[in-house]
């Protein structure tokens, strides 16, 4: 079955779950801005993510551990004013949900009062307590297992999660975990396919790949990579529709063409004088 947007209601979160439950894929992608997200829902994705990937592809960090409440906060309320007709989900960046529920319903609650409709937090059983209370307070959390960038150094490196046989187990195990505790949706990052697959056909809930393979319930990648705006390589699990970088840096180098040639600004980029003002103009002369 496919899924397409039959209209312009926005998409909710039990509408994720009706997706699901009838074989209708996810579509998810990120924005960190007015124009992202209205390029994104204009294509009609089902789900906008306001992620902390903000650090990698925005903001000149290495990786996502730098990004504070502050920023995420910062882009959040730029994608909340395109009005999307998306679920408006936000990443929960590192520290913001670490240090017990208190810290993480302030923090989480900021965003829904600011126009997310859901947040995302990563890892597995350590927290579910956390995940509960956010659910608790009717704030709807995305979870997200596997190849979590906010464990960089913990994981040693972007490695793929879950090969060792113990290692897929937890995840299952986390999944179901994560599930039990309140999660509407759980993203799956960097694991092999069977195992996105098994956990898939284990939960009653959607889930969305990203280096997962083709077996989830959904699936998302980030913008910049969609679109190739970057110009560093990508990831194995990207597949690029286009080469904007190179699209990009090739028409503003035609622009800065034509303004060193004289051919830009041209007249249709220019205003003119009504012509009695213009008359005056040319026959104005200085005074001294």
Not at 64 to 87: F, I
Request: glycine share 10%; aromatic share 6%.
């Amino acid at each position: 079955m496919s899924h397409a947007p039959a209209s312009s209601r926005s998409v909710t979160v039990p509408d994720l779950q009706r997706m699901r439950d009838g074989g209708d894929r996810i579509v998810m992608t990120t924005a960190y801005d007015a124009v992202t997200a209205r390029i994104a829902d204009a294509s009609g994705v089902d789900v906008v993510l306001v992620g902390d990937s903000v650090g990698n592809v925005c903001l000149g960090f290495e990786n996502t551990l730098p990004v504070t409440m502050a920023m995420m906060a910062h882009h959040l309320e730029a994608v909340v004013r395109s009005r999307p007709r998306a679920l408006l989900v936000v990443d929960m960046p590192y520290l913001s949900f670490h240090l017990g529920a208190e810290d993480s319903l302030r923090n989480a609650g900021g965003f829904i009062r600011s126009g997310a409709q859901g947040v995302k937090v990563e890892g597995g059983a350590r927290r579910v307590p956390v995940i509960r209370a956010l659910v608790e307070a009717e704030i709807p959390v995305m979870g997200h297992l596997g190849l979590t960038p906010q464990s960089l150094n913990a994981m040693g490196g972007f490695k793929v999660q879950g090969r060792e046989a113990s290692a897929a187990v937890e995840l299952l195990e986390d999944a179901l975990r994560i599930q039990d505790a309140g999660c509407f949706s759980v993203v799956l990052e960097g694991i092999p396919a069977e195992l996105a697959e098994r956990i898939t056909q284990e939960l009653s809930i959607p889930t969305i790949g990203i280096g997962a393979g083709p077996g989830c319930s959904g699936q998302v990648l980030v913008f910049h990579d969609i679109l190739g705006l970057l110009p560093t390589p990508s990831a194995k699990f990207v597949r690029t529709y286009m080469n904007g970088f190179e699209k990009l840096t090739e028409a503003m180098v035609h622009w800065g063409e034509d303004v060193r040639a004289g051919r830009f600004p041209g007249p249709q980029e220019s205003y003119m004088l009504p012509e009695p003002a213009r008359d005056q103009v040319r026959a104005w002369k200085p005074t001294r």
